[in-house]
């Protein structure tokens, strides 16, 4: 026997507390554990689009629109995605995402609101230059997401989003 | 156990007092000054004012629709997202750029949670015994100069919006909302890889727009230049008839307004 | 008939001295507006708990028609707004209710901050105060994606996206709130879920506290 001995009354009450906390653990775990799910599924991985030939692009953005499979909880749904599509100096195919990195509204290339030759974020003012670089002060911290881009026998297909490498620039 | 006084009896085996407590109200004169009883003269004048502001209410609801705007596209790039106007001045705080950019953490959580924690926690944070506002200037200088931030982003903010709103044209401004009576030509029944998309009655659709006005701000060499290369998400070559049904087409969307 | 009733269900459980406890609490002067008109300003946290009964009933009503999935809530609240007689009033009033609840709400809150009334011993219940003014934050917030319109939507895409900012926890918030990669039915689900059954728990349990620390403090004095 321990010295220090725990009357009737002190162990109830760690029995009351163990059986309290079983009931509640017992209860609450399948629910968190249902709300949580998002959290912990494995993220799908997207397939390639076709948006059109090389040729279709110069150096000056165009906006695509195609389609991807979306699956959103019970409902399979085409959804349409966009990209700005320009050519670069060297020859391959920039895709841009028109996220904003700040705060997710859509950006637009020459936005009547905003500069020439720049994307503009109508939310709060973000701005970008043309290869998706954030122009430095203002909101957003990071570059326009790009597209991963392939080309098979002169046709763009788009693929996954990923971070854009361009720094900030001065504007 | 609570003492139980052994003289005293209950209804049956319950632990209800057999002895009954008389159900009367006290009499105004015991009532100091001009205090008055909760129920039912303090409730009366409670309710009446309440009466007030329900028919104010009331005819606010009945003369102003509440607003419902189209159905959510999230391919709709043109929209401008404008939160509720409680929380205005939040995202107008983060148009600033000392909390945005690499600061940004200062727009979310700093200023905003600083202001939050200050209010839950001004009880401790004004601990004196004074209750007067006027005794106690800082807290109640810091309260207005909170409620003038409050005040002036909100109005920034709705400034902003209404400017942005002005400089993308009255058609971006308002979509045309779909008009559920509107009845589309006899033609129009006919385009089925039209109404796949914009609808049997033109009303639109998630990645369509409604094109029940569509002549309102659509010249009709403009339409039928949509209709043969298309447009955003709609691809070239959707119309597979005759010149001259095109024209017709076109004709019968320009006289729409 | 009613004495009768009255007296039956007293005997059984001794009614009377809670029922006389509620209606012969002393009211006192300064904030009945009877007396002083500047007294209005005590309203308005019986206003707030007012419109809140507005909503909470209109909202019960709204759930009759509404339905929480991005296929068909927006026609469902479309349809109740131009089809059902008195639908568009209902909604009006949940609609313009939820503005005015955060209005009454504010001059509550200001009313007790400029009388000084959170101060000792009231202390308690300005914070339970404040919780009830976020969790009718949170029902607006999450009350407006409900129709599932272009407002609607955009807002609470602004809205995610500003918790997602948040260093280390943002990214789970944002999965917690939408449920899923896209902003999508999951979304719509989870935000009908809160709003009508988590968030309202929890505010029916807050006022219920607000409520009983006011009766057992008592109104505070006259300045």
């Known amino acids: ?171 | 156990m609570a003492k139980i006084d052994k003289d005293a009896t209950f209804v049956g085996d319950s632990r209800i007092s057999a002895k009954r407590i008389p159900n009367v109200s006290p009499s105004y004169s015991e009532y100091p000054g001009k205090n008055e009883a909760f129920w039912p003269d303090f409730l009366l004048k409670e309710w009446m004012v309440a009466a007030v502001c329900l028919v104010g209410f009331l005819v606010l609801t009945v003369s102003h629709d509440p607003p419902l705007t189209a159905r959510a596209n999230p391919n709709d790039s043109s929209f401008t997202p404008y939160p509720d106007w409680y929380f205005l001045f939040l995202y107008q705080l983060l148009k600033y750029p000392w909390v945005a950019g690499k600061y940004v953490l200062l727009g979310i959580l700093g200023v905003p949670g600083v202001a939050f924690t200050a209010m839950i926690l001004a009880p401790w944070l004004d601990a004196g015994k004074e209750r007067r506002a006027f005794r106690r200037p800082i807290a109640t200088g810091l309260m207005f100069i909170a409620l003038f931030c409050i005040f002036f982003l909100t109005w920034e903010a709705d400034h902003h919006h209404t400017a942005q709103l002005a400089a993308k044209g009255p058609a971006a401004a308002a979509p045309a909302p779909a008009d559920p009576n509107f009845k589309a030509d006899g033609m129009w029944a006919a385009q089925t890889s039209c109404i796949s998309c914009h609808g049997g009655n033109m009303e639109g659709g998630p990645a369509a727009p409604n094109l029940q006005k569509v002549g309102t701000n659509q010249k009709p060499e403009d339409i039928q230049k949509i209709i043969t290369e298309g447009k955003g998400g709609m691809p070239p070559g959707m119309f597979k008839g005759s010149d001259e049904d095109l024209k017709k087409l076109v004709d019968y969307l320009a006289s729409l307004k | 008939m009613m004495q009768k009733m009255y007296d039956w269900v007293d005997e059984r459980l001794n009614i009377t001295p809670m029922w006389r406890d509620l209606a012969d609490h002393e009211v006192p002067e300064h904030v009945n507006p009877a007396h002083h008109f500047s007294a209005f300003v005590y309203c308005f946290g019986g206003l707030t708990f007012f419109i809140t009964v507005i909503q909470i009933l209109s909202g019960m009503f709204l759930s009759m028609y509404y339905v929480p999935d991005i296929m068909n809530a927006y026609e469902s609240v479309k349809y109740l707004q131009t089809e059902v007689a008195f639908g568009v009033i209902v909604r009006g009033m949940h609609h313009w209710g939820a503005s005015l609840v955060i209005v009454m709400m504010f001059l509550h809150t200001l009313r007790v901050f400029f009388t000084g009334s959170y101060k000792k011993p009231r202390e308690l219940n300005w914070v339970v105060g404040m919780l009830i003014f976020f969790v009718m934050l949170g029902l607006g917030f999450t009350g407006y994606l409900l129709p599932w319109d272009q407002t609607a939507y955009f807002a609470t895409v602004v809205g995610v996206q500003i918790a997602e900012s948040v260093p280390i926890i943002g990214p789970y918030l944002k999965y917690l709130l939408t449920g899923g990669d896209i902003f999508g039915a999951l979304t719509l689900a989870r935000f009908f879920a809160i709003h009508v059954f988590f968030l309202p728990a929890a505010l029916l349990g807050l006022l219920a506290a607000h409520f009983i620390m006011i009766r057992v403090q008592g109104v505070s004095g006259p300045l």
């Open chain 1, 1 to 171: 026997m321990s010295k220090k001995e725990i009357s009737r009354r002190t162990f109830l009450n760690y029995a009351l507390m163990g059986t309290g906390g079983f009931l509640a653990a017992g209860m609450i775990t399948p629910m968190v554990r249902m709300a949580i799910d998002p959290i912990l599924k494995p993220k799908a991985s997207g397939s390639e689009v076709a948006v059109g030939s090389v040729d279709d692009f110069g150096p000056e953005p165009k906006k695509v629109d195609f389609k991807i499979n979306v699956v959103d909880g019970w409902h399979k749904a085409e959804s349409t995605n966009v990209a700005w599509v320009r050519k670069l100096e060297d020859g391959s195919i920039l895709a841009l995402s028109p996220i904003c990195k700040h705060l997710g509204c859509t950006v637009n290339f020459n936005d009547p609101s905003g500069k020439p030759n720049e994307y503009f974020c109508p939310c709060h003012e973000g701005r970008y230059a043309i290869n998706g670089e954030v122009i430095l002060n203002t909101p957003p911290t990071a570059s326009l997401d790009m597209y991963k881009v392939t080309v098979k026998e002169g046709k763009v297909f788009l693929g996954e989003k990923e971070k854009n490498p361009r720094g900030g620039v001065k504007g």
